[in-house]
């Protein structure tokens, strides 16, 4: 098969011959129709914050495809259907795994490489796409699953203020599930206003763009402090950020991926007993919600799709996301 392999930092990615992947018992082989590129991927291959890719690795998360073969023990799934998973596996049997969160499992076992013509999943944490979605569709189950278990962490009471920090595609999908789940005002704070527009689609009331005075601006946009900030960044100094700006017993939750230190002032959370969460992936349960949720006919997040590639072309769309580009979610199709 052929992939796009990263063989380092600071060279473009590969595009390699690969022996194509054979399913192991529990395991699932798709071909690829479609796969997004995360910011993480960019993140991990950046050689930032001590957390890197080992060279020869084939990445890519956000896949969704079609069944080719099926390993020993799989059961409930047969070859030509259509589906997505998550890409990670636990043993099963551990008190994580049973609660459902298999990402916390000490045993965790990653299934990356969407960016391949076929990738190896698991099939305890693979699910049948619903007629109604396309493959673009399978693939965006992913990053908005991950929106929808840091919004379900927060816990938020139905008419909550709420701030969102970023406009990525994961502060997009924020924006998208704590409309769904009932927030009152929502506010999308990010330095630059090109994904605006999008950001109201999602479910945004207000934008605001970062710089002085932005927590006083986010303020009036709420009508109030926001009882819940949604951290979508990743970069140091958002934490800190996201406790000023919260109310007095508020919460702040991080869904960014940072790979360096980012300070915040314990004195500061502590005078105003704000609540700090760290959402770790998501689960079985939220993926499949995902994907019922957009078989109802809430699609609003399609629109985060703004280029599609073939994997020739994959080596310089990860290169010119790295700087500044006009780019919310590239998709790669590995067979062109």
């Known amino acids: 098969m052929r992939a796009a392999v990263f ?27 479609r796969c997004g590129v995360c910011g993480s991927d960019l993140h991990m291959t950046s050689g930032h914050g001590g957390m890197t890719y080992q060279p020869g690795s084939v990445i890519g998360h956000e896949y969704a495809g079609e069944i080719v073969a099926l390993g020993a023990e799989v059961e ?27 990402a916390l499992c000490p045993q965790m076992k990653g299934y990356s ?12 944490g693979t699910i049948l796409l619903p007629q109604t979605l396309s493959m673009e569709d399978g693939a965006l ?10 919004v379900a962490m927060a816990q938020m009471p139905p ?11 994961v502060a997009l999908a924020a924006i998208f599930w704590a409309r769904k789940l009932g927030a009152g005002r929502i506010v999308a704070v990010s330095r630059s206003d090109r994904r605006a527009a999008m950001a109201l689609e999602m479910g ?17 946009a709420l009508g109030g402090q926001p009882d819940i900030v949604l951290e979508c960044v990743g970069v140091p100094g958002m934490l800190d950020l996201g406790v000023k700006m919260a109310r007095r017993n508020g919460k702040v939750v991080s869904l960014g991926f940072c790979t360096a230190p980012d300070p915040i002032n314990p004195a500061m959370a502590t005078f105003k007993q704000v609540s700090l969460h760290f959402s770790m992936h998501f689960t079985l349960r939220e993926f499949q919600h995902v994907a019922d949720t957009l078989d109802a006919g809430h699609v609003e997040p399609r629109s985060m799709i703004t280029t599609r590639v073939g994997l020739d072309e994959l080596p310089a769309a990860i290169e010119r996301l790295r700087g500044a580009n006009e780019d919310t979610k590239v998709h790669v199709a590995p067979g062109q």
């Open 141 to 150: 189950c992913e990053p908005l699953a991950v929106g929808l278990h840091g």
């Open 7 to 33: 063989n380092g930092v600071g060279r473009p990615f590969d595009i390699e011959d690969r022996p194509d992947p054979t399913p192991n018992a529990g395991e699932i082989i798709v071909k690829v129709e």
């Open 76 to 102: 409930g799934f047969k070859v030509g259907q259509r589906v997505t998973s998550i890409p990670l596996a636990g043993c099963g049997r551990c008190e994580a795994c049973v609660a459902g969160h298999p």
């Open 204 to 220: 945004a009331s207000a934008f605001v763009q970062s710089g002085e005075g932005e927590i006083e601006r986010v303020t009036e």
């Open 159 to 169: 008419g909550s203020r709420v701030a969102v920090l970023g406009a990525g595609s």
């Open 113 to 124: 490489g969407g960016y391949a013509e076929y990738v190896r999943c698991a099939a305890s």
